[in-house]
């Protein structure tokens, strides 16, 4: 089950998984686009059934999982993608656009989880994977909501590991750099070590099939990424205000 399966990485590896032979519940909000991404799955031989939902309702949700395992079976994987990611200097802060950041970035990842965990529960089997991003790792200029919301996913599945691990749950935490997708297209400014779509796919499929526990790319990025989180603030502001990723 993959949500934001309408668009950019979701989409991608939903059609990417179907030819590794998984079959697939695209979650989004656009029933089209989804039936669009089912197509081109079934005319390679794949099986991907759309289901419609925002991942702000938790009970949506439940019945998309429920529906998933009815016609084709329990939730092996659960790949919680969806997310927006505007660019906002915090002199123009807009709570109405915070809160949207928040509740689909982090309750829609939390309500996509528990649609399905407790089955994995029962069955003593399961794969939770969650889309964070680079950004969680410290604040970004322009990026208070989006940094917030990745830094809020990243711990929270953080901890769903220690719980869940032991019942045969595995967690995955995949922090993307810069691909692009529609989420980056049109931004102006700079994004170093920027990927292609399909090459970024083919890495979280890796980092997926061997269900590691957090995964971090590219390497480049990551690696500067890390050097900042044990930079003294006064250098990591006078970098990061230098090198803003959003215009
Ligand atoms: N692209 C990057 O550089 C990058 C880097 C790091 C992390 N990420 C993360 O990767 C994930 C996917 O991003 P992307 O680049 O592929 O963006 P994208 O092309 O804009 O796709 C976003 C997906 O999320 C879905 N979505 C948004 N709001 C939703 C809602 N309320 N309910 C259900 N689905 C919703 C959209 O579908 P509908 O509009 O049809 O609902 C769409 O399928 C995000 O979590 C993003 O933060 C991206």
Redesign the pocket.
């Known amino acids: 089950m993959i949500?934001?399966?309408?668009?950019?990485?979701?989409?991608?590896l939903a059609v990417e998984l179907a030819k590794r032979g998984a079959s697939l519940g695209l979650?989004?909000?656009?029933?089209e686009?989804?039936s669009e991404i089912a197509r081109t799955i079934e005319a390679a031989g794949g099986r991907a059934l759309v289901l419609?939902?925002?991942?702000?309702?938790a009970d949506s949700l439940r019945a998309a999982a429920e529906r998933l395992r009815s016609e084709i079976g329990p939730v092996d994987v659960l790949i919680?993608?969806?997310?927006?990611?505007p660019t906002r200097d915090a002199s123009e802060l807009d709570a109405a656009e915070v809160s949207?950041v928040i509740?689909?970035?982090v309750v829609?990842a939390s309500n996509s989880v528990a649609a399905v965990v407790p089955q994995m529960v029962a069955r003593g089997q399961g794969h939770l994977v969650i889309?964070?991003?680079?950004?969680a790792y410290r604040g970004l200029p322009r990026s208070a909501a989006?940094c917030a919301?990745?830094a809020a996913v990243s711990a929270f599945f953080e901890s769903l590991r220690l719980d869940l691990e032991p019942k045969g749950i595995a967690v995955t935490i995949?922090?993307?750099?810069?691909?692009?997708?529609?989420?980056?297209a049109g931004r102006e400014a700079q994004?170093p070590f920027?990927?292609e779509?399909d090459d970024?796919v083919q890495k979280i499929v890796r980092a997926i099939e061997k269900q590691k526990k957090s995964y971090a790319f590219p390497w480049q990025l990551a690696t500067i990424v890390r050097a900042g989180m044990i930079m003294p603030i006064w250098m990591y502001d006078r970098i990061s205000r230098k090198n803003s990723f959003r215009e």
């Open positions: 949500t934001g399966a309408s668009s950019g990485i979701g989409g991608a979650v989004a909000r656009r029933a686009t989804l419609p939902a925002d991942v702000r309702d919680a993608n969806a997310g927006i990611g949207d509740n689909i970035n829609g889309i964070s991003s680079l950004a989006y919301s990745k995949i922090h993307p750099g810069f691909i692009k997708t529609p989420l980056t994004m920027l990927m779509l970024a």
